[in-house]
């Protein structure tokens, strides 16, 4: 499609409970991005996608995240027993593989942390 | 370490007034400067990047090297101009876009 399919629009969860969110990015776009928004504060970096392949995790928190980007599948971001600073907006956005780096920005993926 | 800095968290003006968004950058190579904006309940979306120096929406921006700024402008703001502005910087294609922490612009009439 040509836009950045995010789901679900928002989430739910208990603190120590498991989270996971999806993400379809452009037909087309290599790369895919995961950004993390506290707040309405600025956009934190967490990993990006070449393909399936992890380009660069360097925003990847060490515990509890993981993200999956596998082929003909939605790419995935989840949180294993997530904590009340987990609470955030999720956006993630695809871009081509060459030329400017273009971002497309999906409409983000709420969660929260009771 | 790349930094995008934008000063001004909120900026108010009349509709008309022209507006500048500051934002400042630092990284030692030659970065892609790009602003985005969000309007009310849409997507973040591309408004402009220094390569294609082009005017969007009657906005432009002028990558400055010398003063390592990328400062948004528009000579006349309109209401519907009202939205939260991002500066964001690009070491390379593929990499990671560095925000700013957004400023939120309002035009009133």
């Known amino acids: 499609g040509e836009e950045v399919a995010q789901t679900p629009k928002h989430l739910v969860r208990g603190e120590g409970q498991k989270a996971k969110l999806y993400c379809a990015p452009i037909?087309?776009?290599?790369?895919v991005f995961w950004y993390q928004q506290v707040l309405k504060n600025e956009f934190k970096f967490l990993i990006s996608f070449q393909n399936e392949n992890v380009f660069d995790e360097t925003g990847m928190p060490k515990e509890r995240f993981s993200a999956k980007c596998l082929p003909n599948s939605p790419c995935s971001l989840e949180i294993q027993a997530t904590k009340l600073e987990d609470s955030a907006v999720y956006f993630c956005a695809s871009s081509l593989s060459s030329g400017a780096n273009v971002l497309t920005f999906g409409a983000g993926s709420r969660l929260t942390v009771l | 370490a790349q930094r995008v800095t934008q000063p001004e968290k909120l900026l108010s003006v009349f509709k008309g007034a022209p507006v500048e968004l500051k934002c400042n950058y630092s990284?030692?190579?030659?970065?892609?400067l790009f602003w985005y904006v969000q309007y009310s309940r849409q997507r973040l979306q591309l408004l402009l990047r220094?390569?294609s120096r082009e005017s969007i929406k009657g906005f432009t921006a002028d990558l400055n090297k010398g003063e390592t700024s990328f400062h948004l402008k528009k000579p006349f703001a309109q209401e519907e101009d009202s939205a939260m502005y991002y500066c964001a910087l690009s070491a390379q294609a593929g990499t990671a876009l560095i925000f700013g922490k957004g400023t939120t612009l309002s035009v009133s009439s």
């Open positions: 037909k087309g776009h290599s790369y």
């Open positions: 220094h390569i």
């Open positions: 990284y030692s190579g030659s970065p892609e």
